[in-house]
């Protein structure tokens, strides 16, 4: 019994750490490839929170947010290498504008907001699971959807509010604004990135995790939509 046992806890942790090895490279792969991004007329939104939230859904809180620091990493790496109007927000070795030095925080804005989108969606995921009332297939598809959109706005939302308190008069040089005019230019930014950020990770968040749970019995399938769980 302890063998079987054993052996079973051994062949889970060998799929855990394929899958995490997969969603590691895909965001990898997304970074440094025109896949990462959905070009939009004035700005351009990412999807490298998707693997990570999906991350955290299907492999727990830890793995997400390690998840969520090869996000930093990928970001750090990119804006440090190829650098743009903004890079020296996520990476401290691109000088501060008016400064001929980095800044640590940019650290912090990097990887602090990125890990978190590994552990958000779990915990919404999982809160919704231990509410009362009937499980089917359905709701379990509109959990991962709200799961989503959760990680999606704290990746958005934490990083555009960071930027906003720690270099409001930077960001606002770089951007060719006003410092006073630095939160209503934020919240346009939250706005037109979380939106379709939201809705991309809404959308391939279940399309991805439903069909995964089942073929790896990561957990038990709930019963189809209309049938009781």
Not at 83 to 102: A, M
Not at 114 to 129: A, E, H, N, Q, S
Not at 142 to 151: D, L, Q
Not at 165 to 193: D, K, L, R
Request: glycine fraction near 10%; proline fraction near 8%.
């Amino acid at each position: 019994m302890k063998t079987a046992q054993t052996r079973a806890q051994r062949t889970k942790q060998v799929q855990d750490l394929a899958i995490l090895a997969m969603f590691t490279a895909i965001i990898f792969l997304l970074t440094f490839t025109p896949l990462g991004l959905i070009d939009l007329p004035v700005i351009k939104a990412t999807i490298l929170h998707v693997p990570v939230i999906i991350g955290s859904i299907l492999l727990g809180p830890k793995k997400g947010a390690f998840l969520g620091g090869m996000f930093g990493l990928s970001s750090l790496i990119k804006n440090t290498l190829v650098p743009g109007l903004s890079s020296f927000v996520f990476s401290p070795l691109i000088p501060v504008p008016g400064l001929d030095r980095g800044s640590p925080w940019a650290l912090f804005i990097c990887f602090v907001p990125r890990i978190l989108v590994g552990v958000t969606p779990w915990l919404v995921y999982t809160l919704f699971k231990h509410l009362p009332g009937k499980r089917n297939a359905g709701v379990q598809a509109s959990t991962m959807v709200v799961a989503a959109i959760v990680g999606a706005l704290t990746n958005t939302a934490l990083v555009m509010g960071s930027i906003g308190i720690i270099f409001t008069e930077a960001y606002a040089a770089a951007q060719g604004i006003p410092a006073e005019a630095i939160t209503g230019f934020i919240m346009g930014i939250v706005a037109t990135n979380g939106i379709p950020e939201s809705i991309v990770a809404a959308v391939v968040t279940p399309a991805v995790c439903v069909p995964l749970i089942r073929a790896l019995k990561l957990e038990k399938t709930p019963a189809p939509a209309g049938q009781p769980a």
